[in-house]
């Protein structure tokens, strides 16, 4: 079975750009959510979808945005780029119990000169 | 902002040797869990402890949790050179149903040396 795939696996943006990454999650999980990896750092809750609605959002400014679509993939929007943003972008997606365990796709790195 | 601390941020051990990491947190948690990350990778995750456990077992790893100081414990026994990576810890607030966030350390880097 496919595990979580995100794409693009890396690219470069420039500063005042905007970029969407996207995830599918596992199939039959209904929650995606997505974290930040800045180097050497552990990584940061952005967004939780579950059934295509927004269930928690991390300390993030609005130039970052998510939504989930009815196959409950998702896509993970930032605008107006900023060399911080430079970062690896992790999906992980999760089935419908209280269990807590994420299964992580293997992130899009994005950096930003 | 991350909840977690890790301690040792670096571990380095001989290959056969036992492998020990700790956590603390802040907040009142639903569980926590031990992730493992390859370089650069996505993260794998390893043993979720709820709450109302104290010990864990899963293969070579056991993990502890003592809420009442806050704390958490990663023992990897018997390590192996495939085990060099960095190991997070992460805690688990369960809302409602589908809700769920974590927060993580920073991390521990282990390197296993043969």
């Known amino acids: 079975d496919a595990g979580v795939t995100q794409s693009p696996t890396h690219l470069i943006k420039t500063r005042g750009q905007h970029v969407t990454l996207r995830c599918s999650p596992i199939?039959?999980?209904?929650?995606v959510s997505w974290y930040q990896q800045v180097l050497g750092q552990g990584p940061q809750f952005i967004f939780q979808?579950?059934?295509?609605?927004?269930?928690g959002r991390g300390n993030f400014p609005d130039r970052f945005s998510a939504r989930q679509f009815p196959n409950y993939s998702s896509e993970l929007n930032v605008n107006a780029l900023l060399l911080g943003d430079s970062a690896l972008y992790l999906c992980?997606?999760?089935?419908?119990?209280?269990?807590?365990?994420?299964?992580f796709g293997e992130g899009s790195r994005l950096t930003v000169l | 902002s991350q909840q977690g601390e890790e301690d040792p941020q670096a571990l380095s051990i001989q290959e056969g040797e036992n492998a020990t990491m700790n956590c603390s947190y802040k907040t009142s948690i639903n569980n926590l869990q031990w992730y493992r990350q390859n370089s650069g990778r996505g993260l794998v995750h390893l043993i979720l402890i709820r709450s109302n456990e104290r010990e864990k077992h899963s293969g070579r790893l056991r993990v502890t949790l003592d809420t009442s100081k806050k704390s958490s414990s990663l023992l990897i026994t018997a390590s192996r050179a495939a085990d060099t990576a960095s190991y997070f810890c992460a805690t688990g607030v369960v809302a409602s149903e589908g809700a769920q966030k974590l927060v993580f350390g920073q991390g521990t880097r282990l390197t296993i040396n043969p």
């Open positions: 992980a997606s999760s089935g419908t119990g209280k269990t807590g365990e994420l299964f």
């Open positions: 199939s039959g999980h209904k929650s």
């Open positions: 979808y579950y059934e295509k609605e927004e269930r």
